[in-house]
């Protein structure tokens, strides 16, 4: 099982861009799909986008057209990069391992925090 670390994460103001990174320990080249998590405040933790190996992408529905994710398998690295931030996509970001696009695998790190102040 790989280990994931997760970094990236700030302050930013409304409208800002982040990039976050997910670097795993080991290949993700047969791992099929991956995955970017979120957790605000006071709230469950959800999941954001994921990409599978083929390149096929899901994003929840309120960060369509403003989020990327995208993979390197060369690199054994994820990204998410996001645009257009909101005061609402202040959350601690996680990546994992996932199956049938959405489940959550592997064990959770510690995540990267992003704050959007508006």
């Known amino acids: 099982q790989v280990q994931l670390v997760e970094s990236g ?3 930013v103001q409304a ?4 990039r976050l990174s997910c670097v795993a320990s080991g290949s993700i080249s047969s791992i099929n799909g991956m995955g970017w998590f979120r ?15 083929d ?3 899901y994003y929840r ?24 931030l909101k005061p609402e996509d202040t959350a601690v970001y996680y990546c ?5 696009r959405s489940i959550p695998q592997g064990s959770w790190g510690q995540g990267t925090q992003v704050t959007v102040s508006s």
Request: hydrophobic letters at 30%; glycine letters at 16%.
């Open 39 to 53: 957790q605000g405040p006071g709230r469950q933790r959800e999941l954001v986008a994921s990409i599978l190996s």
């Open 96 to 100: 994992n391992v996932v199956a049938l």
């Open 61 to 84: 529905d309120s960060v369509k057209g403003r989020f990327t994710i995208s993979r390197d398998n060369g690199k054994n690295t994820v990204y998410l990069q996001m645009n257009s």
């Open 55 to 57: 390149g096929n992408t």
């Open 15 to 18: 409208g800002g861009s982040l």
């Open 9 to 11: 994460g700030g302050l």
